[in-house]
């Protein structure tokens, strides 16, 4: 896989982590190291100051770490808000009942949303192929989750 600690042959967190900040130019950034079922906790988020996200990049490449992360994040209360912009690094593309064995698109990054949607009640606009704005959180969960389920039997653009 892709580690920013074996492209740059730096195994020390500390040294990994301040390189990185210089690498971006930017030192007001924190990282936090481990998988997201250790890391993404209740502690975390009083530790730090989190503010409503603009955008969630979630490039997780597995269902479970995609539905960890997106639990985590609406869990929060205070970082996922209507208008919070979110894309899916690993999103199938279009679906066809010829795609394969995978051709319902209920899997993955496609399974985390939807079981997210409805475990919160997310309603979503769909931006393009992978990217979802958030529209409301705890509302119309029917709705939300007809509109999701809706997007992936049509053309994504």
Not at 11 to 22: I, P, S
Not at 28 to 38: A, D, K
Not at 138 to 146: H, S
Request: net charge neutral; glycine share 8%; proline share 3%.
């Amino acid at each position: 896989g892709l580690s920013a600690s074996d492209a740059m042959s730096m195994h020390n967190t500390t040294l990994l982590f301040d390189a990185l900040r210089t690498f971006i130019g930017y030192r007001n950034v924190t990282f936090i190291s481990g998988y997201f079922s250790e890391s993404l906790t209740d502690s975390l988020l009083k530790r730090h100051n989190f503010k409503p996200a603009l955008l969630v990049d979630l490039d997780c490449d597995m269902y479970i770490s995609t539905v960890q992360a997106l639990r985590w994040l609406f869990g929060s209360a205070t970082i996922m808000q209507p208008g919070t912009l979110v894309r899916y690094d690993d999103w199938p593309g279009n679906f066809t009942a010829k795609g394969g064995s995978r051709s319902d698109g209920l899997w993955g990054q496609t399974l985390a949303h939807i079981e997210v949607t409805a475990a919160f009640r997310v309603e979503w606009q769909r931006i393009n192929r992978n990217v979802f704005e958030v529209l409301s959180i705890g509302k119309r969960a029917e709705d939300a989750l007809a509109h999701t389920e809706t997007c992936y039997h049509r053309p994504c653009w």
